[in-house]
């Protein structure tokens, strides 16, 4: 696969001290498809000396500021952030490329690793010598581009001129493909315009390094920012009540700014897609050929959604919506969104952000949006699998030797972890997964199974890329 063969350019740069290489590492996986990305803290100067977010984190990471020699790094929060927009007629066209300070020092790290989950892959080279610099994975399935229309990369500020390619997954295999190169010149990119937003530290983190999980309000109306702070609280308590990987390395900031609309039902508005004009832009994505679409939510202007989320650092986005239906969304390093008033608010915090770190569906019927390509072979979320060894089932490590494989769901919980029949929404009859439909979080459980309990620690262990 062409991602397989940029993740071997990049440990082959790392052999020369240039670009890390992230290992697949531990029990969730055996055969690379294991968890990435690396992260850390928020809030700073830009002039590279040490500062403090209003909660004390320091932003600065010596360590990382270097980057590639020859190649240089800004240290954070200094971001170039690359749009790259979509259409099912015209492919991929470079968006606006834009600064901006939503960056922390983990991301200035974990973009010098490889990520070896994700779908869509955004890469900076050094246009001189190939070499790769920077790189971020986003996205679950092939319908990511059709949902958000746009997809967007962020990576630490560069200093010199710079080549982006994109490898896209194909609709039909899902193989990793290039279908984009752009050249960035660092020296014309804009910085991100300052919005009036109001941003309040709500839980500084208790161990070191830190991961600004940031938190939105989306659709709340002017004089509703002490209902959004309690709902930002909430979900605080949610995430430390039910021990959520990592939940010591968080820091929760809210960012408040008030929309002009409401929410509102779910409703079809027609084409072009008009903007929704609140905050981030979010509404349900009527415009694409997902049955469920008033079940999620996706932005309709990504610029401006992205412009939004810069006004704060930011590691993990986690929007909240002043809702009380029954919702929820949330892709692979991209964003999670859930509905703060509504009754199943613990549950769908848990689920989504499960979707968010690379978990997928352990439900077997309804619809995903979190599609992969129709004839792809093995797919890279951490806890699902289309393979029948055991050997080559990446949760091997979890499965006692003498469970049988598939595992047949009168054997649980006997036997526990094995490879069970169900999940991916009942789209592909290959698909096996840790437990059996109904006992995890990630279908209508209310705990996480062991695999993506420890997939999730992976990813956040990588995130933290200490
Ligand atoms: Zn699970």
Redesign the pocket.
């Known amino acids: 696969m062409v991602y397989d063969s940029i993740k071997s350019i990049a440990c082959l740069v790392a052999a020369l001290g240039l670009l890390a290489c992230q290992e697949p590492h531990d029990a969730a996986s055996n055969d690379g498809n294991e968890a990435g990305g690396k992260a850390d803290e928020p809030q700073g100067g830009t002039d590279g000396s040490s500062t403090s977010s209003s909660s004390g984190v320091s932003t600065d990471d010596p360590s990382a500021s270097t980057g590639v020699v020859g190649f240089e790094l800004e240290p954070s929060p200094n971001v170039i952030r690359v749009q790259v927009s979509w259409s099912p007629d015209d492919g991929y066209a470079l968006g606006p490329v834009k600064r901006e300070l939503s960056g922390t020092a983990a991301l200035l790290r974990r973009a010098q690793q490889v990520d070896p989950l994700g779908s869509f892959v955004g890469v900076v080279s050094d246009p001189a010598t190939g070499e790769e610099i920077l790189q971020q994975t986003i996205g679950i399935g092939v319908s990511y581009r059709e949902l958000t229309k746009s997809l967007t990369f962020r990576f630490p500020a560069f200093t010199r001129t710079a080549t982006f390619t994109l490898f896209a997954p194909d609709p039909e295999t899902g193989e990793p493909t290039e279908v984009l190169t752009e050249t960035i010149e660092p020296d014309s990119v804009s910085m991100v315009l300052p919005q009036d937003v109001r941003v309040t530290t709500i839980r500084e983190a208790t161990a070191q390094p830190a991961l600004a999980v940031t938190v939105y309000a989306e659709g709340y109306l002017e004089g509703t920012e002490e209902y959004f702070l309690e709902s930002a609280q909430t979900l605080v308590d949610v995430l430390e009540n039910n021990e959520f990987p990592g939940i010591e390395h968080m820091e929760f900031t809210a960012v408040f700014a008030p929309s002009t609309q409401p929410l509102g039902s779910a409703t079809d508005l027609g084409f072009p897609v008009p903007v929704w004009d609140s905050f981030l832009t979010l509404y349900y994505p009527y415009w694409s050929s997902f049955s469920r679409w008033h079940h999620v939510m996706y932005p309709t202007d990504e610029e401006r959604f992205r412009d939004a989320l810069a006004q704060a650092p930011y590691d993990y986005p986690f929007i909240l919506t002043d809702s009380s239906r029954f919702w929820g969304a949330a892709n692979y390093n991209a964003y999670t969104v859930v509905p703060a008033g509504t009754s199943s608010f613990t549950g769908l915090v848990l689920h989504e952000f499960g979707h968010y770190f690379g978990?997928h569906e352990?439900y077997s019927s309804q619809d995903t949006e979190l599609l992969f390509a129709p004839s792809v072979s093995e797919p890279w979320s951490p806890?699902m699998t289309f393979q029948t060894d055991v050997t080559e089932i990446k949760w091997a490590s979890h499965i006692d030797g003498e469970v049988p494989i598939p595992t047949p769901s009168g054997q649980w919980p006997s036997v526990g972890i094995g490879a069970y029949a169900g999940g991916y929404a009942g789209e592909d009859s290959r698909s096996l997964?840790?437990?059996p439909d109904g006992q995890?979080m990630?279908s209508v459980g209310s705990d996480?199974?062991d695999?993506?309990s420890a997939a999730m620690h992976d990813k956040i262990e990588a995130d933290l890329a200490p």
């Open positions: 978990l352990e806890n997964i840790p437990v995890c990630m996480f199974c695999v993506c």
